[in-house]
C-alpha cells in the first residue's frame, strides 16, 4: 500500500495543481512565453547591449550591468560590463528558455554572443562566441532571439548575397549548434524580408514581422533618405506560420517596415500589435472569433504621421490593457489604452530624451526603462546624440525620473536593448554555474 | 514555484526534508480517498494545455534533429545498471525527466498526466504501441531507489507494458550529471555527495523529449506543448520517416 499511495500520490497532485498549471503564460512582458523564471518581483539588474563607439573607453560592443534596485546602495550604478572583443552593431538579445544564458547578436559583426547570466546574476560572463550564422544559413544582421524549448529561434534581417533585406530565421539548439533555417516567403505577397518574431503557442501561431538589410541599417540616416531607390527597400508585410510545422500560412500587407511584435497572452485572446517604423500607425493582427481567418487592420496613428516621428519601440503590459510606444526622432514615450485593441486610444505622452529607442517596463507595470540608441549610424548627432538609460516610475498618470545612466560619460557607448536580471535566479542553478556552454 | 522551491530548499538545508517527505503524501492520499479518487479520476481531472488549433497532420512536416540524447548509465527497476542508449534507441522514445517527491504543478505532475493520457492514446492503435517507448527517468537518485521506480512502475501497469514504459534512476548524481547536462535540462544538483547525497536540492523546468530510433532528439515538449495529441501526431511523423539514413 505504501509503495502503490506514491503514484496515487502524484496523480493527486496532478489535480490539486490544475487550478493553477495554465497560470504564467505571459511574459515580463515581452519574453517568450517559453521562457522560464520570469522577475515577476523587483528586479536587481538590467542588461544593456550596448554598441561600442571607437575612441570610447575600449571601443567594443558590450554587455553593460545596471544595479535597478532601489533598496541597493548601488542603485542606478554600473555594476559590471563583459566586452566582446569587437565592435560589431550590437543590437538585441534574448533569453534562453531555462533563463540561464543570454543570445545577444551583432548586426554587422554576424556574430552571436552567449553570455553566461546564472553563476552570478551581477557579473554576466561570456561564454560562447558562434560565427557560423552566415555560413550556415546565408542570413545576415541575427536580430532577434526568442526562446523555444532547448532551441533558439533567431530573427534576421539581411543575407550575406547581395546584403539586401530578404533574409530567413535560423533555428539553434541551446548548445550552440546549427539546426535549421527558414526563408521569409519570396511568394503570395510576401517581399522576404525579416524583423522581429513572436508566438502564441495556444494558436500554434508564429509572427514575423519586416524592417530592411544591411544596406540599409548600415547607412548613414542622413543619405539613406535622400536615396528614393533605397528608400523602397523597407519591409512592407508580416507572416503568420504554422509554428509547429515552420510553415508560412499568411501573408498581411502592412506598409512602412512593422517592427516589435507583442500578442496579447491572456488566455482565449487571439490578436498580437505592431507599429510600422515609416508610416507611424499601430496595426492589430487577429483572429476571428470563430478561430478561423486571420486579418491584419491599422487602428491607431502614432503622433504626425507627416513629421516621421518613427516609432522604434513598444511594450505591452501583461494583461494586454496598455501599450508603451517609443519614437526616436520627436524622443516621446506615449502610452496607449489597449483596452479595445481594435481602438488604441493615446492618454499620455512625454518627451523622455533627445533621442528615444528602446522601453521595457516591469511585470507590475511600475517600473519603465528606457534608452538611447536605435543604430550607430541612425543616431542623431551633436549634442542630440544624448546616449543612455534612464528609469521611471509609472504611478498610472505620470513617468517619474527615478534615475539616469550616462553611457557616454561613463565612457560605455550607445545603449540600446534591455532585459531584466534578478539574484534570486542564482540560486536556481548549479552553485558553481556549471554550464554545459562552456564546458563544450 | 519559487516560494515552493524556496521551501524545498530551506527545508533540505535544515534537514527537514524527510518530515516533508513522509508526511506530504499521506496527506495527498488522505485526500485521494476523500475524494474517491484513483488513477482514472486523476486522468479525467488533468487539463491539457488549451489546444487552440489543429495541429498538422502526421508526415505533413519535419521534426528537426535538435541533438544527439547523451550517453551514461541507468538502473533499471530490478537495479541492474544499463547503457542509457538500451532505452533511446530502436523504437521512438518519449522521455520525462522527474522525481517522485516533485510537488511543482508545472512540473512532474504535469509530466505524469501526460504520460498516462499518452499511453491510453499509444494503447488504442496497437501498431504504434510496438513501436513506441515511454521513459520515466528520476534524477533524484538517493531517494528514487530501483525499489521506488519499481513501486511505480507496479502503480502504473505492473507487467501490462503496452506500450513500453520503463522507470529508470541512476546510481548516484555523479552518474546523473552527465545525462542531465546532456540532455540541456536545468537542474541544480549539488556536487558535494558527502554532504548532500541524501538530501540532493532540486530544480528544473518541465521537458519531455521525443527520441527517434536512432537516439536524435526531435522534439522538446515544455508546459505550452504537452499535449498528446500533438505527441502521437509527432511519434507518427517519425514512424513515417523510415529510417534515417
Known amino acids: 500500500m505504501r509503495r502503490k499511495s506514491s503514484f496515487l500520490c502524484l496523480l493527486i497532485l496532478v489535480a490539486v495543481s490544475a487550478a493553477v498549471s495554465l497560470a504564467a503564460r505571459a511574459d515580463e512582458t515581452c519574453n517568450s512565453p517559453y521562457m522560464g523564471n520570469l522577475v515577476k518581483g523587483q528586479e536587481d539588474f538590467l542588461y544593456v547591449w550596448t554598441l561600442g563607439v571607437e575612441g570610447l573607453g575600449d571601443g567594443q560592443d558590450k554587455l553593460v550591468t545596471l544595479d535597478v534596485n532601489p533598496k541597493s546602495k548601488n542603485y542606478g550604478k554600473v555594476l559590471n560590463y563583459a566586452s566582446v572583443g569587437e565592435r560589431g552593431e550590437a543590437h538585441h538579445m534574448g533569453f534562453s528558455d531555462d533563463r540561464r544564458y543570454l543570445w545577444a547578436g551583432g548586426l554587422d559583426s554576424n556574430r552571436i554572443y552567449v553570455f553566461d547570466i546564472a553563476a552570478d546574476p551581477a557579473k554576466p560572463k561570456l561564454i560562447k562566441t558562434i560565427a557560423d550564422l552566415g555560413e550556415k544559413s546565408g542570413y545576415l544582421g541575427p536580430h532577434t532571439f526568442y526562446a523555444l524549448p532547448g532551441r533558439m529561434l533567431i530573427g534576421t534581417l539581411s543575407n550575406t548575397k547581395d546584403k539586401g533585406g530578404v533574409t530567413g530565421l535560423a533555428l539553434y539548439n541551446n548548445k550552440g549548434d546549427f539546426i535549421a533555417k527558414y526563408d521569409l516567403p519570396t511568394d503570395h505577397g510576401g517581399d522576404g524580408y525579416g524583423y522581429d518574431i513572436a508566438i502564441n503557442p495556444a494558436k500554434n501561431a508564429l509572427l514575423t514581422s519586416s524592417f530592411a538589410g544591411w544596406n540599409n541599417y548600415m547607412r548613414d540616416l542622413g543619405d539613406l533618405i535622400k536615396d528614393g531607390e533605397a528608400m523602397k527597400k523597407f519591409g512592407n508585410t508580416m507572416v503568420l506560420w504554422d509554428l509547429k510545422a515552420m510553415r508560412p500560412k499568411q501573408v498581411f500587407n502592412v506598409p512602412g517596415a512593422p517592427l516589435e511584435i507583442r500578442w496579447s497572452l491572456n488566455p482565449g485572446d487571439n490578436w498580437a500589435i505592431t507599429a510600422t517604423a515609416l508610416t507611424s500607425k499601430l496595426w492589430l493582427i487577429k483572429q476571428s472569433k470563430k478561430g478561423g481567418k486571420w486579418e491584419g487592420r491599422e487602428v491607431a496613428t502614432i503622433g504626425d504621421p507627416s513629421q516621421i516621428p518613427l516609432p522604434v519601440d513598444i511594450s505591452i503590459r501583461r494583461d494586454s490593457k496598455g501599450l508603451w510606444v517609443n519614437t526616436f526622432m520627436d524622443g516621446k514615450t506615449r502610452y496607449f489604452d489597449l483596452t479595445d485593441p481594435e481602438h488604441p486610444k493615446q492618454t499620455y505622452e512625454k518627451v523622455t530624451g533627445k533621442q528615444v529607442n528602446m522601453i521595457s517596463q516591469s511585470w507590475d507595470g511600475k517600473r519603465v526603462y528606457i534608452s538611447s540608441s536605435l543604430l550607430a549610424k541612425w543616431d542623431k548627432g551633436g549634442a542630440d546624440n544624448e546616449q543612455f538609460v534612464r528609469g521611471f516610475t509609472w504611478n498610472g498618470k505620470e513617468l517619474v525620473p527615478a534615475f539616469e545612466v550616462d553611457f557616454t560619460k561613463e565612457q560605455l557607448g550607445r545603449a540600446h536593448h534591455m532585459k531584466f536580471g534578478s539574484k534570486a535566479l542564482k540560486s536556481a542553478f548549479d552553485e558553481d554555474g556549471r554550464s554545459t556552454l562552456a564546458r563544450r | ?245
Open chain 2, 1 to 245: 514555484m519559487e516560494v515552493l522551491l524556496q521551501w524545498l530548499v530551506e527545508n533540505a538545508r535544515n534537514k527537514r526534508m524527510n518530515r516533508f517527505a513522509s508526511c506530504v503524501p499521506f496527506t495527498l492520499l488522505a485526500l485521494c480517498l476523500l475524494i474517491g479518487g484513483g488513477m482514472a479520476w486523476a486522468h479525467e481531472s488533468v487539463p491539457a494545455p488549451l489546444l487552440g488549433f489543429i495541429p498538422p497532420a502526421p508526415g505533413t512536416y519535419e521534426l528537426q534533429t535538435i541533438m544527439p540524447t547523451p550517453a551514461g548509465e541507468v538502473l533499471d527497476t530490478a537495479g541492474q545498471a544499463r547503457p542509457l542508449s538500451d532505452y533511446t534507441r530502436g523504437k521512438i522514445t518519449v522521455l520525462g525527466l522527474i522525481y517522485t517527491r516533485c510537488s511543482d504543478a508545472q512540473g512532474c505532475p504535469r509530466a505524469w498526466a501526460a504520460f498516462a493520457e499518452l499511453r491510453r492514446a499509444l494503447r488504442s492503435n496497437p501498431r504504434l504501441a510496438r513501436q513506441t517507448r515511454l521513459v520515466n527517468l528520476s534524477f533524484d537518485p538517493a531517494h528514487d531507489t530501483p525499489g521506488v521506480m519499481m513501486s511505480i512502475a507496479e502503480a502504473a501497469g505492473g507487467r501490462d507494458n503496452s506500450p513500453e514504459w520503463d522507470f529508470l534512476t541512476t546510481a548516484s548524481i555523479a552518474k546523473l550529471a552527465p545525462i542531465v547536462d546532456g540532455f540541456g535540462q536545468d537542474l541544480r544538483v549539488s556536487s558535494d555527495l558527502k554532504a548532500s547525497a541524501s538530501e540532493p536540492l532540486l530544480s528544473h523546468t518541465l521537458k519531455v523529449f521525443l527520441i527517434d530510433r536512432e537516439g536524435h532528439i526531435r522534439e522538446i515538449y515544455t508546459t505550452a506543448f504537452l499535449i498528446p495529441q500533438v505527441i502521437v501526431n509527432d511519434i507518427k511523423t517519425l514512424l513515417m520517416e523510415g529510417h534515417r539514413g
